[in-house]
């Protein structure tokens, strides 16, 4: 658990975010039990993104949880429809995230708010594969390069988090139906999440913000989520990542099944 010396930080906090967690942290306490680690890796001062594996809809909250004990707030991206929502709405504009407003003209918003927040000291946590995996087995799989950029534009640390147990609580598109899709709260399960040491980055700094770059700087991310996950799952990922793209691709070149002759 985190010591005296975040208690500077966690001044930071505003009525909004503090109410986010009242609000969140009483049910969290019922449903989980915390195995949390990695604190010393968090920035006690300093502009800094986290970026976390993706598995459960559950996620934010639990590794907001996490987040919020460290003493160093993170402002997160979440995609613009959710700050329509009401009450959440409020809450989060007034607790200062991110809206993400994917596939329009105010799409480079978040980019921008997310320098400034890092470049004002702040943290900005960004779930790197912008979406819930599709990997069968919820591995991570390839990400998005927005952390990457936002990393090396402002020379900021990107610290890596891998967060497991929250599935088994509320699995991937749980929708309260049958089977392994449903949403278990009862036995209590344990939600692991562990912060590792900055990813190295100094070998793309300095350089070009291409694709190829920012390709390679996601990638060594990915790769050391993926590796802390390994360490909290206690086994070993797939050689090659699961790549939401490339299986779209395949899908869309594969045959059209044939009806059957009569």
């Not at 800094?48 to 160093?72: C, E, M």
């Not at 900021?156 to 949403?183: D, L, S, T």
């Amino acid at each position: 658990m985190p010591g005296s010396s975040t208690r500077a930080a966690r001044r930071r906090y505003g009525f909004w975010y503090r109410l986010a967690a009242v609000i969140a942290k009483p049910p969290l306490f019922v449903l989980t039990k915390r195995d949390w680690s990695g604190y010393e890796n968090i920035p006690v001062e300093g502009g800094f993104l986290t970026a976390i594996n993706h598995n459960s809809y559950l996620d934010p909250l639990v590794y907001g949880h996490f987040q919020y004990d460290s003493g160093r707030p993170a402002r997160f991206l979440a995609k613009a429809g959710v700050f329509k929502l009401p009450v959440i709405k409020q809450i989060l504009t007034g607790a200062r995230m991110i809206p993400v407003y994917r596939g329009s003209t105010d799409a480079t918003q978040a980019f921008r708010a997310a320098i400034d927040a890092v470049d004002s000291g702040e943290c900005v946590a960004f779930y790197i594969e912008g979406t819930l995996t599709r990997d069968p087995d919820l591995w991570p799989m390839t990400g998005k390069t927005g952390a990457a950029r936002v990393a090396l534009t402002t020379g900021a640390p990107v610290i890596p988090v891998a967060q497991w147990g929250a599935h088994e609580i509320m699995p991937r598109y749980a929708k309260g139906g049958k089977g392994n899709r449903r949403f278990k709260p009862f036995p209590r399960k344990t939600v692991r999440v562990l912060a590792g040491p900055a990813v190295d980055l100094d070998r793309w700094r300095g350089q070009e913000l291409t694709g190829t770059v920012l390709r390679e700087a996601t990638d060594a991310i990915m790769d050391d989520i993926t590796a802390l996950l390994e360490q909290l799952r206690g086994e070993k990922a797939p050689a090659e990542r699961f790549d939401m793209a490339k299986s779209r691709t395949a899908k869309d070149a594969a045959p059209a099944e044939k009806e059957p002759a009569e």
